[in-house]
């Protein structure tokens, strides 16, 4: 997941000038590019609004009241609430960039998202892909309420729960920043709360499946202790997301632990993270 536009994060954080200039003009070309699948007038001039006055509201007494506002994905009109500027960055991504296109005559019908975030790649999927059976899962309850109301009306169960090796109780970590949230603390201002945890056994089993056609994991590093256990990836015919440097260790390593059972396609990489499309070997 992306960091957000506006990068002071922390009210003690004072941003030089040339960091506010960064973004600010980040805010105006995000807000900008976005206004190409704005469904109508009235929502192209709320998304504007948002991405020019983020600093504003997130000061406000409305800081978490999200915006609801109107797009075109596939020649379809879906209403989404969106709140934080990580929220526009990743309907950036996923709906204007289609982050998570599969190739032509792949149509997976059951679809796992870990680390569902606001609900955005499982919407994405539920409208390219006809309605498939998409289970999602998100560890921080602030964003619940968005996953659900973004996928109401299609065939998505959406799960408060964080992903791991194994199910049970586990302290997380959340933030603000949506894009921060994690296992382990990453900001001094993070809140620690207890969450569910659970295997992707006991997901499937919830689920009713035995396996699944799709899964998609962006669970900034927790994929480190999954991804890398044949286990784990036994259970999925196809695997796209997003992967995280961990302490030291780069998201390459995750590539070829997958490189064992699938053929993997690195859409985009840096030294932090990797965005990627496995398709397991016939």
Not at 1 to 11: E, G, I, Q, R
Not at 38 to 45: C, F, I
Not at 191 to 198: C, D, K
Request: charged share 25%.
């Amino acid at each position: 997941m992306s960091t957000p536009l506006d990068d002071s994060h922390a009210p003690s954080v004072r941003l030089s000038p040339v960091r506010r200039l960064h973004a600010w003009i980040g805010r105006h070309i995000v807000g900008f590019r976005l206004l190409r699948i704005a469904a109508g007038p009235g929502s192209a001039l709320k998304i504007l609004f948002a991405t020019l006055t983020m600093p504003v509201k997130r000061r406000s007494p409305w800081r978490n009241k999200p915006y609801r506002v109107a797009v075109k994905l596939d020649g379809k009109v879906v209403q989404l609430n969106l709140s934080g500027p990580t929220d526009f960055l990743v309907l950036r991504e996923i709906v204007l960039e289609r982050e998570y296109q599969l190739p032509d005559g792949f149509n997976p019908r059951t679809v796992v998202d870990l680390g569902a975030h606001i609900g955005l790649a499982s919407l994405f999927f539920s409208v390219v892909l006809g309605d498939p059976k998409v289970v999602a899962l998100e560890a921080d309850p602030a964003l619940v309420t968005q996953t659900k109301a973004n996928t109401s009306g299609h065939n998505v169960t959406v799960l408060n729960a964080a992903i791991a090796s194994e199910s049970g109780k586990r302290s997380f970590f959340t933030s603000d920043e949506s894009w921060a949230n994690s296992f382990e603390r990453t900001l001094p201002q993070q809140q620690e709360i207890e969450i569910e945890a659970l295997s992707l056994a006991d997901v499937l089993d919830r689920a009713g499946l035995e396996r699944v056609d799709l899964m998609k994991i962006d669970v900034e590093g927790a994929e480190w202790g999954l991804l890398t256990d044949p286990a784990f990836t036994a259970r999925a015919d196809a695997i796209v997301g997003e992967l995280h440097g961990v302490d030291g260790h780069h998201p390459h390593e995750l590539v070829e632990a997958l490189e064992r059972d699938f053929d993997v396609t690195v859409l985009r990489e840096d030294d932090e993270a990797a965005i990627f499309q496995a398709f397991r070997r016939k």
